[in-house]
């Protein structure tokens, strides 16, 4: 797991423009440093030592005749087969790195090589002789891959703020792209906050040559739930093939840890990893905890568990220097609580295990049972429908009970499903609350991806448009973040090429039947570990938010910030503002009628805001602290 850097293209000091790049990145890798600089292009890595801890695996790695040189982050799980079929096929190894099997597998198979791979990656190979650049990203998006196209240069790397050290680089706020922010907490296309830089998608690999950028998909999930198995079948076969991709994941030469929540996820995986340590986050807040269900848990199966409280004071105080890790404001309040995580997890291992992607592939996130119930409700004619949800939007009191309902079922399942994100701006409030409004966005977003999967079950369309949005732009992106910002390596078993061929055959059945979620998934659980955590129902990562707003010290840090200069223009602030104090001042609020994540959106992007654009560079922490 590490960082890179580089850029194609003519600038002065090319050494030392690219050591400023790779510095920016120091958290991804401070165990070791390299760079190849020519009169044409410039690619820099850090290193954190996984596999092969010596400095033979050390980067840039070259070929045998050093035409091509390789930056990667990530790790190739099937690197040992690969490597023998490319050792048979007369290439000459130089170290025992999982690196080096991208490097000779390019030569062998050129872009091929993609559909061979098992694991998470984003890697660039630069070709000397063709002067020709080949960087690609994995099936899932579980490492982050950036680049931009500017005056006449091409840059690229694993964070966007690597970027800003060029003399070439613009830095320009995209505003464009904020109206969709405010609708799905982060930004839910391959544009960035950065006018001009993009994130290469899942499954996508580029090729830069001549000037020329051509980007290409070689991947794409099919969800047919053509399985003809019976129940029992199928949950043996999950039970296999996760037993099989958590020893995958587990390949290492140094120790391998687990995140613990009290879920069914990372404690189906706990069981399965048979680690010595697990890691739990939580609150002193009564049911924003999850700690004494995770350590009951850890005990339950003899495994240690690491638990700390955060407190308010540091949570609120380390948002700016989050905000730098995370590249981009991402407003899920569990992104800030995963960075303390992965701070306490890195003070004694270097790898843990994680269980994004379970929902996404098994079907496992509440709302997937909303289009199986309220079947009779639903048989009303559409038309009026519509009538009754227009009625619901425009003339019944926002806080009153089953407006919501009405308005969710006054559309169909494509005009009203684009994210897991709750309680954050309609399209209408996004209008209103911009000073230059915004355009309706959602449906560009979300339309061709629902056209993608004509005809399926709503559940397979909304597994299919949250493994497009939400799982890469939210879930993957703050895992990755956060855990570098922490030099942590984190691994994703659910997120497995053998596991989704698997997924991708069950049935509806097999996935949701409410008010159950994730069937099958949880049928294998339950042979393994308690039925209490097997069953679960998914709460999400609880974060007090909406009690913190309403306390005076955080009121008034979120007030002083709604009218500050950056509010000012962007925002109608007074909208801002009266919001703020009726969540403060309101009575009787509950989770799905408050204005926490509201205000907390426009809160995390001001702060972004102040950290990118309020000052000529942001500062790595490691300096400031130093400072």
């Not at 423009?17 to 120091?26: E, F, K, S």
């Not at 568990?305 to 004071?313: K, S």
């Not at 609120?316 to 905000?323: A, E, G, H, K, P």
């Not at 938010?545 to 109608?572: C, H, P, Q």
């Amino acid at each position: 797991m590490c960082g890179f850097a580089g850029f194609v293209g003519e600038v002065e000091n090319r050494e030392r423009v690219l050591v400023d790049m790779m510095n920016t990145i120091i958290h991804r890798g401070p165990d070791s440093e390299g760079k190849f600089v020519d009169g044409d292009a410039a690619l820099g890595f850090r290193r954190l030592s996984i596999i092969d801890l010596s400095e033979v695996g050390d980067q840039p790695l070259y070929n045998e005749d050093k035409s091509k040189v390789l930056v990667f982050n990530g790790e190739i799980y099937n690197y040992q087969e690969l490597r023998k079929e490319l050792v048979e096929a007369g290439h000459v190894f130089v170290s025992n790195t999982d690196s080096e099997t991208l490097l000779h597998g390019y030569e062998e198979w050129g872009e091929k090589l993609l559909d061979r791979l098992r694991g998470m990656y984003a890697f660039a190979i630069w070709d000397r002789k063709k002067k020709r650049l080949f960087a690609a990203r994995d099936i899932f998006g579980i490492k982050p891959l950036y680049y931009a196209q500017m005056n006449g240069t091409l840059l690229f790397g694993s964070e966007i703020k690597s970027f800003l050290e060029h003399p070439r680089f613009d830095k320009i706020f995209n505003e464009d792209a904020l109206g969709n922010y405010l609708s799905f907490q982060f930004v839910p296309t391959n544009e960035t906050f950065f006018k001009g830089v993009f994130c290469l998608q899942p499954g996508h690999f580029f090729v830069y040559e001549n000037g020329q950028l051509e980007i290409t998909r070689y991947f794409e999930p099919h969800f047919t739930g053509d399985c003809t198995k019976s129940f029992e079948e199928v949950v043996d076969e999950v039970e296999a093939v996760m037993k099989e991709s958590v020893e995958m994941h587990k390949i290492s030469d140094v120790e391998v840890a687990s995140y613990l929540s009290s879920g069914v996820d990372s404690s189906y995986l706990t069981y399965l990893g048979q680690v010595d340590r697990t890691f739990t986050v939580g609150f002193d807040e009564g049911k924003y905890s999850e700690i004494q269900d995770a350590k009951e848990f850890a005990a339950s199966i003899h495994m240690q568990n690491d638990a700390r409280v955060i407190t308010p004071e540091e949570y609120w105080d380390r948002l700016s220097d989050i905000q730098y890790y995370m590249d981009e404001p991402v407003a899920d309040p569990a992104a800030i609580a995963l960075f303390f995580l992965s701070e306490e997890a890195a003070k004694k291992v270097k790898v843990v295990l994680s269980g994004e992607g379970s929902d996404e592939l098994f079907g496992g996130y509440n709302i997937y049972c909303e289009p199986l119930e309220h079947t009779a409700f639903n048989k009303i004619p559409m038309v009026l429908r519509r009538a009754l949800g227009k009625f619901a939007e425009y003339c019944l009191p926002r806080r009153m009970k089953g407006r919501g309902f009405l308005m969710r079922h006054g559309k169909t399942l494509e005009e009203r499903y684009f994210a897991n994100a709750t309680n954050i701006f309609t399209e209408r409030e996004a209008h209103r609350l911009l000073k230059k409004g915004c355009a309706p966005g959602i449906q560009k977003v979300t339309k061709p991806l629902y056209e993608r999967v004509k005809g399926k079950d709503p559940v397979t369309k909304m597994q299919y448009v949250d493994l497009h949005l939400w799982l890469v732009h939210d879930i993957l992106m703050k895992g990755d973040k956060m855990g570098m910002a922490n030099s942590l390596e984190v691994r994703v078993p659910f997120l497995d090429k053998k596991v989704l061929e698997l997924a991708q055959t069950l049935p509806l059945d097999y996935k949701v039947r409410a008010p159950k979620t994730k069937v099958a998934l949880r049928g294998a659980a339950e042979k393994a570990i308690r039925s209490k955590t097997a069953e679960k129902k998914k709460l999400g990562f609880p974060i007090p938010i909406r009690v913190w707003l309403r306390e005076e010290t955080y009121y008034e840090r979120v007030r002083e910030m709604f009218t500050s200069e950056a509010a000012r223009k962007f925002f109608n602030t007074d909208i801002l503002v009266k919001m703020l104090d009726g969540h403060k001042n309101g009575k009787n609020l509950n989770e799905k009628t408050d204005d926490s994540r509201k205000i907390w959106s426009v809160y995390i992007f001001l702060v972004w805001y102040d950290r990118f654009f309020g000052h000529e560079k942001p500062v790595h922490p490691a300096r400031l602290s130093a400072v």
